[in-house]
């Protein structure tokens, strides 16, 4: 089978950073993705990591350890417009679908 | 607008009749995705297609459910003798290739059987 394991929630002030993580137990792994969902809206893409280490791209950076099947989402100089659902998914081969995980649900306050 | 589409965005319907979703992907995409989502639950993968081709369905397309990609661009979702439990979003992404980086999604089609 396939699961992918991150917070439920996760709260965190405006400005500072914040870090989702996510663990995965899947048949296979072809890389790791991140989408981000506001309420009501469809999911959009983030960042991806096929091989170990950190992708940057502006405030958002995904870190990938394929031997320990563990990543996370690093989100610095939090906004107000962050709050929002962040799922991680892997593709387990090149031919397969994406599995997503349930979702962190991100609360940015004051 | 050049993104993925999906109409209707909201449907109600009773329980038992047929139900039937479109969905316009990018126009030089040639994979195409169905997914359902219930509240506080991720994406869940239903079927997909490459050009015409349905590649892969899931188990959780029971018989009432059938997709349609007649000519490699827009696709058809029908769900038949609609159920309470059918009530979810159901998204559509589409991507170029393999795709398993990006996937671009539409805005989702929002369901709810009565």
């Known amino acids: 089978g396939q699961s992918l394991e991150q917070p439920s929630e996760v709260t965190a002030v405006e400005g500072a950073i914040v870090q989702i993580n996510c663990t995965y137990q899947t048949s296979g792994f072809y890389g790791l993705s991140w989408y981000q969902q506001h309420d009501g809206g469809a999911p959009t893409f983030l960042s991806y990591?096929?091989?170990?280490g950190l992708e940057e791209t502006g405030r958002f950076s995904s870190f990938l350890s394929r031997s320990d099947s563990y990543g996370y989402l690093l989100l610095q100089e939090l906004q107000m417009k962050d709050s929002a659902s962040y799922f991680c998914a892997v593709r387990p081969s090149g031919n397969t679908p994406l599995v997503f995980g349930k979702g962190t649900r991100l609360s940015v306050i004051a | 607008d050049t993104g993925v589409s999906q109409d209707p965005r909201h449907k109600i319907t009773k329980r038992g009749q047929n139900v039937t979703f479109r969905c316009d992907p990018i126009s030089e995409h040639n994979r195409l995705y169905w997914y359902r989502q219930t509240l506080g639950q991720g994406p869940e993968f239903l079927t997909y297609?490459?050009?015409?081709?349905?590649?892969?369905k899931s188990r959780l397309l029971s018989d009432r459910f059938s997709a349609e990609r007649p000519k490699g661009s827009f696709s058809t979702l029908e769900i038949q003798r609609t159920e309470q439990g059918d009530s979810a979003m159901y998204l559509c992404?589409?991507?170029?290739?393999?795709?398993?980086?990006?996937?671009?999604f539409g805005p989702g089609t929002r369901l709810l059987v009565l």
């Open positions: 992404a589409s991507s170029l290739g393999q795709g398993g980086k990006t996937q671009y």
């Open positions: 990591n096929a091989l170990d």
């Open positions: 297609f490459q050009n015409e081709a349905q590649l892969e």
